[in-house]
């Protein structure tokens, strides 16, 4: 009698969380009769905002579907898409992405950010990138062929960004928290491959185009490439990325993969007078021309300063640039308050920690560790040379 | 005294099992949210000051339970330190107060379901089920109540590491830190949630009628309340550390929305349905848990031999205050985080240590 009980609670219990099949709402469906939505693109047009949904290569290779409407909100748009009989259900709950057109992107984010957070089916940790000069609508189009799709190169490029080092993929919960805490935030920029003398193939192909600006929930500018890898490293997100760097005896192919920075508030007398941003790299010979000596001390360390003085270049962009633009988008007053708690965080209580007016020093250090099978390149003149 | 059946009785651990696992229901619900509101980035910290202020409590509990002979819960200890006549009010009372919360908390968690699955649903649907699932097991034993609280909660905190260690990889210390000398108040405001759901062991105290005394009495608690310190860090660290304060602050349910984002190894996603459990089989317990009271108090109110009528009439009557309660989850939703937590706390914090004071003042502990 109890077990039976305990069994009868158990069953309804189950039935309340939605995994027994049925649940209490009966539907079921089955994956034949689900379009599974991978990415969502989102533009504004004269009806408010055109969503164009993309289902990825399908299974067999073929083409992706891409489906398109045009509604006053999003939410009304994907249902809209939704109510269009196709036989099948949409299922947005596997959405890995969310491209967002320029226009729409520079009108505000805030509304979609704040639909994917309120919906049940949608994720924060979804990718969100941003179209360069162009719209989402375009982009998915462009990309959508036999066997490829907008949505595998964003996840590709979702997954393999950070060996690129020119870029991350931020969320929406990461882009909500930014603009909430910081008023800034960044976001990973697309394109196309533009110009008249492009393949077939490139043209439908999503290159990453740097760092987009977010601010007060709208796009506010992009950064360069240069700029963007050097916001990637302070910001360590490069886990890979390759540098040719010259010494007297010769060049070589330098992988390095960044540490992040160090942010300290350096303060003379009573004022701050400087933060300090230092970030260390270490580098692996990938490739080295003849006659170079890696085994010599002098050489690897001619090698780093070259590297280092490139990144430093590249780092100094990125924060002048946040200067300039008088947005912390790269988080050095908040990673200097974690520093100094204290005294650079009394600054910012009183709203006097301006990063557009202080000073900044970067400086990138970096280390050539070690290299691949090889010490010294090969000799191919001889003992006689 | 009313006698007490053999089969009826539990172990401390078991009690403690009980109330541990019905408080993982506002443990869940309460806790990002508020603490993050107050304390910001430094909310993590908030249960180590609800640990601290909850020894003393458990401490002082300890002292006043010590007091108590065999077969005495807290509805023989306010006869004994009131008088019969306002003892009896004041379990009385306590009865009435757990049918609405119990009422109050089954709407809740049927409006949790609408806001984060089944969106545009009914509620009917959910407090039904519910109600009926956790009126059973109020009606039924207290031993195989407990029994299944330990089962349930062995598997609550399972899923509990998994989801934590499974959200480790979204967790961004840049959000948890710093914390500043100034972020001391909004600590320790965050810490009143928490203190909140200790307070649920105050209630339990009426089932110690149930628990055999031993000289052990008390250190139990302790150690569950560590457990509890070391979850509820847990769930902020997870929470705030992912979404960030700003977020967490002004969603319904953080923990919720940020588990749905937890991938693991780009293969395991979507693994809300485990915390649907986990909640599922919080509120059931917490529902069954605080039934079960009221239908004790009324049993003993009533002179009766069985609590079963009681309990289910307990029951009954919330389940039809969960339809009546309110019609919008805005309402629910301060309800849940500021009415009801104010008078648990002044049960917990306030009524009992008077209770114990005028007892002693009257020489009747």
Known sequence: MKIRALFIIGVALALLTGCAGAGVFADYREVEQLEIIRTIGIDKGPEGVTVTADTGVEEDGRAPKLFRTAAPTLSAALEQLQETPRGRRMVFAHTEQVVIGETAARAGLAGYLDYIERATEMRIGTGVFIVRDGTAEDLLAACAGEGSSAADMLLFLKTEIRNMGCGFVYTCGDIAAGLASEGCALAQAVERAPGETVTE???????????????????????????????????????????????????????????????????????????????????????????????????????????????TERAAAAVARSQAMGLDFLGLCAAAERASPLRFGALRDRGAADIGTMTVEVTVSAAVRRTFDVADPFSVRGKGA | MSAIQGHDTISERQLCALCFAALFSPLIRLLPRLPAAFAGRAAWLSPLAAAAAGALWLAFLRAFLRRRAEGEGLFELAERCLGPAAGRVLAALCALWLVFYGGVMLRVSAERFLSTIYANGRPTVFIAVMGAAAGWAAAGGLRQLARTAEVLLALILLAMGAVFLFSLTEVEPARLLPVKPGDAGGILLGALPMLDMMSVYAYGVFLLRYVKKTPEEGRRPVRWMLLLTAAATAVLVMTVGAASAELVKDMQSPFFLVIRSIAVLGFIERIEAVVVGLWVAADFLLLAFVWLIAGDILKLLAGGRSRRPFAAGAAAVSIAAAFAVADNAFFLRKAAEYGIPAVNLAAAFVLLPALFLVGRARGKL
């Open chain 1, 201 to 311: 193939e490139e043209r439908a192909m999503v290159r990453p185009a740097g760092f987009a600006v977010l601010a007060e929930g709208a796009l506010a500018g992009y950064l360069t490439e240069e700029e963007s890898r050097g916001a990637a490293l302070l910001l360590g997100k490069v886990e890979r990325d390759d540098m040719t760097a010259a010494a007297e005896s010769g060049t070589a192919a330098l992988s390095f993969r960044g540490a992040g920075m160090r942010v300290r508030p350096l303060f003379l007398g009573g004022s701050l007078d400087r933060l300090s941003v230092a970030v260390r790299t270490e580098a692996a010979v990938k490739e080295a021309s003849e006659g170079l000596t890696l085994t010599a001390a002098e050489t690897r360390r001619a090698l780093a300063q070259d590297l280092a003085a490139r990144e």
